[in-house]
Nanobody
Framework: QVQLVESGGGLVQAGGSLRLSCAASGRTLSDYIVGWFRQAPGKEREFVAA????????RYADSVKGRFTISRDNAKNTGYLHMNSLKPEDTASYSC?????????????????WGQGTQVTVSS
């Protein structure tokens, strides 16, 4: 099975940018679709973005469309979430997840393997 570790979170001012990374080990990341989810305090985990195994297909939540970009580098066994124009409401713990299916979906049930998460805090 694959192990996923996120990095790149931190404190940023509104309007700033961050790039999150999702490093895979144990198996090759190209065997998985990759999704990013986030959870703010007191709220349910929500879908952010997902990308197909070869990177040719992506999907975004409406709340991040046009500001966030998901990508992957299978040669480096790493997925990325590029976040621009950050807003205070983007503050959350961000987790990457891997799924063995082929559909680039937003449902948590499509993803079997999860990282521990990295905190993103956006100040106003």
């Amino acid at each position: 099975q694959v192990q996923l570790v996120e990095s790149g979170g931190g404190l940023v001012q509104a309007g700033g940018s961050l790039r999150l990374s999702c490093a895979a080990s144990g198996r090759t990341l190209s065997d998985y679709i990759v999704g990013w989810f986030r959870q703010a305090p007191g709220k349910e985990r929500e879908f952010v973005a997902a990308i197909s195994r070869n990177g040719g297909s992506t999907r975004y939540a409406d709340s991040v469309k046009g500001r966030f970009t998901i990508s992957r580098d299978n040669a480096k066994n790493t997925g990325y979430l590029h976040m621009n124009s950050l807003k205070p409401e983007d503050t959350a713990s961000y987790s990457c997840a891997g799924g063995l299916g082929f559909l680039v979906g937003s449902a948590r049930s499509q993803y079997t393997y999860w990282g521990q998460g990295t905190q993103v805090t956006v100040s106003s």
